[in-house]
């Protein structure tokens, strides 16, 4: 089996799921997750999750997101993107009217914290049910607003009716949403034309593959140059290697081990009074240099706990 994490580009056209289920028929194996949901449209950086590397999907969910939007004014449709029946159009004298000023001040207004309402056609589930199933049946429901945060927002190019939008945003943001609300707070509607995912945490545009090359790369055996090991993603925290059989052990079963067992100093000068470890994570490594885990600092007992175990991932 497989593990670790592969940078694909989706493609318009395909759900993440059918890219997950175009990866089990080329990489012949079933543990794959993704890391999260692209609308069928939208294209670009979906990070899939492969063997012990599942384990991954909710920490690279959790990550800060980058996109690159195309913002169409004076259009409102259903789904709050051209793929979806339009609402509303706005009169050709209020877009005549616009502003370049005008429309980077409403645009760059939404930077911040962010009370957004999750649109009709997503997935969201409400009573069990999710909301897309319920628009397709002609139903809306009162949406409670979600908090999300836009961290960095910059107008690109202005062409009216269209804007290209560069968006930093929190996980759980919905650009079509975005885009929907700056036209409202315009007073000409808008919705969202094109979508591209730069970036997800540390994985970009740049470094991703079509399936195509995936599927190339495995028949040359040469796939494993492109797969990112688990132990990659956390290479921000400090690495302990155990140099002990009995600690060899107690890592293995997936237990919490002392903190005498850590040198002094691995943690870097920041982290060196037991007051300042709580929380604080560690990449560990067995005496075969092995990825066991992510463990954190439990000042309280003095002792490493595991956060994340990855089985199987050597």
């Given at each position: 089996?497989?593990?670790?994490?592969?940078?694909?580009?989706?493609?318009?056209?395909?759900?993440?799921?059918?890219?997950?289920?175009?990866?089990?028929?080329?990489l012949k194996q079933?543990?794959?997750?993704?890391?999260?949901?692209?609308?069928?449209?939208?294209?670009?950086?979906?990070?899939?999750?492969?063997?012990?590397?599942?384990?991954?999907?909710?920490?690279?969910?959790?990550?800060?997101?980058?996109?690159?939007?195309?913002?169409?004014?004076?259009?409102?449709?259903?789904?709050?993107?051209?793929?979806?029946?339009?609402?509303?159009?706005?009169?050709?004298?209020?877009?005549?009217?616009?502003?370049?000023?005008?429309?980077?001040?409403?645009?760059?207004?939404?930077?911040?914290?962010?009370?957004?309402?999750?649109?009709?056609?997503?997935?969201?589930?409400?009573?069990?049910?999710?909301?897309?199933?319920?628009?397709?049946?002609?139903?809306?429901?009162?949406?409670?607003?979600?908090?999300?945060?836009?961290?960095?927002?910059?107008?690109?190019?202005?062409?009216?009716?269209?804007?290209?939008?560069?968006?930093?945003?929190?996980?759980?943001?919905?650009?079509?949403?975005?885009?929907?609300?700056?036209?409202?707070?315009?007073?000409?509607?808008?919705?969202?034309?094109?979508?591209?995912?730069?970036?997800?945490?540390?994985?970009?545009?740049?470094?991703?593959?079509?399936?195509?090359?995936?599927?190339?790369?495995?028949?040359?055996?040469?796939?494993?140059?492109?797969?990112?090991?688990?132990?990659?993603v956390f290479a921000?925290?400090?690495?302990?290697?155990?140099?002990?059989?009995?600690?060899?052990?107690?890592?293995?079963?997936?237990?919490?081990?002392?903190?005498?067992?850590?040198?002094?100093?691995?943690?870097?000068?920041?982290?060196?009074?037991?007051?300042?470890?709580?929380?604080?994570?560690?990449?560990?490594?067995?005496?075969?240099?092995?990825?066991?885990?992510?463990?954190?600092?439990?000042?309280?007992?003095?002792?490493?706990?595991?956060?994340?175990i990855f089985p199987?991932?050597?």
């Amino acid at each position: 089996m497989i593990h670790g994490i592969l940078n694909i580009y989706k493609e318009p056209g395909y759900t993440s799921h059918d890219v997950v289920a175009r990866l089990r028929g080329i990489l012949k194996q079933k543990k794959i997750g993704h890391t999260g949901t692209l609308d069928p449209a939208a294209e670009g950086v979906l990070p899939v999750c492969l063997g012990s590397g599942t384990r991954l999907c909710d920490i690279l969910t959790d990550k800060r997101k980058t996109y690159r939007a195309v913002l169409l004014l004076g259009t409102e449709t259903d789904t709050q993107d051209t793929t979806g029946t339009i609402l509303h159009t706005c009169g050709p004298q209020r877009l005549a009217e616009l502003g370049e000023e005008e429309v980077r001040r409403a645009a760059e207004s939404f930077i911040g914290p962010y009370a957004q309402i999750p649109p009709m056609y997503s997935a969201l589930k409400v009573n069990g049910k999710r909301l897309y199933e319920l628009a397709r049946e002609g139903k809306e429901i009162e949406r409670r607003p979600r908090p999300v945060e836009i961290y960095r927002l910059t107008v690109d190019s202005i062409r009216l009716p269209r804007a290209e939008l560069t968006v930093e945003c929190s996980k759980g943001t919905y650009i079509r949403t975005l885009c929907h609300d700056i036209g409202s707070r315009l007073g000409c509607g808008g919705c969202m034309e094109k979508l591209v995912r730069t970036q997800t945490g540390r994985f970009c545009l740049e470094d991703s593959l079509l399936l195509s090359e995936v599927e190339r790369l495995a028949a040359d055996g040469r796939l494993d140059e492109r797969i990112v090991p688990v132990d990659e993603v956390f290479a921000s925290y400090p690495a302990f290697y155990s140099d002990q059989e009995r600690l060899d052990k107690l890592l293995q079963n997936g237990n919490a081990f002392p903190a005498s067992s850590v040198p002094e100093g691995l943690l870097g000068p920041g982290e060196q009074q037991k007051e300042s470890r709580d929380g604080v994570w560690m990449r560990v490594y067995d005496s075969r240099r092995r990825f066991i885990g992510i463990y954190e600092y439990e000042g309280g007992r003095e002792r490493w706990k595991p956060k994340k175990i990855f089985p199987g991932g050597d």
